[in-house]
């Protein structure tokens, strides 16, 4: 059975930190590409990072970059989004979700990716 599951999610000031990850099981994980997505209450959901499976190949956010880290470690089956200098407007139920197909190029697009976890909460207070 495919599995995602996300942690680290909960409750933080703004300027703070919180270190998200995603663990996987039941997929040879070190074949598939790894992003997460954040969903706010009445928003849409929207893409926040990916690692393909590419060594070095990661994309970000514009709203994210330069704060927010992605990284992978395959021994562990696990990618983790560290999260810094956040802000009240990165509150959201954070999301990780996985490809074996998806190219590089439409790694910001969540219909590309076939297994998504349950979420995890994160709240950025001002």
């Given at each position: 059975e495919v599995k995602l599951v996300e942690s680290g999610g909960g409750l933080v000031q703004a300027g703070?930190?919180?270190r998200l990850s995603c663990t996987a099981s039941g997929?040879?994980?070190d074949g598939y590409a790894i992003g997460w997505f954040r969903q706010?209450?009445?928003k849409a959901r929207e893409f926040v990072a990916a690692d393909s499976r590419t060594k070095g190949?990661?994309?970000y956010a514009d709203s994210v970059k330069g704060r927010f880290t992605i990284s992978r470690d395959n021994a562990k089956n696990a990618v983790h989004l560290q999260m810094n200098s956040l802000k009240p407007e990165d509150s959201g139920i954070y999301?990780?979700?996985a490809s074996s197909t998806i190219i590089l190029s439409n790694m910001r697009n969540s219909r590309g990716y076939s297994h998504w976890g349950q979420g995890t909460q994160v709240t950025v207070s001002s």
């Open positions: 703070g930190s919180l997929f040879a994980f706010a209450p009445g190949a990661t994309i999301y990780c979700a």
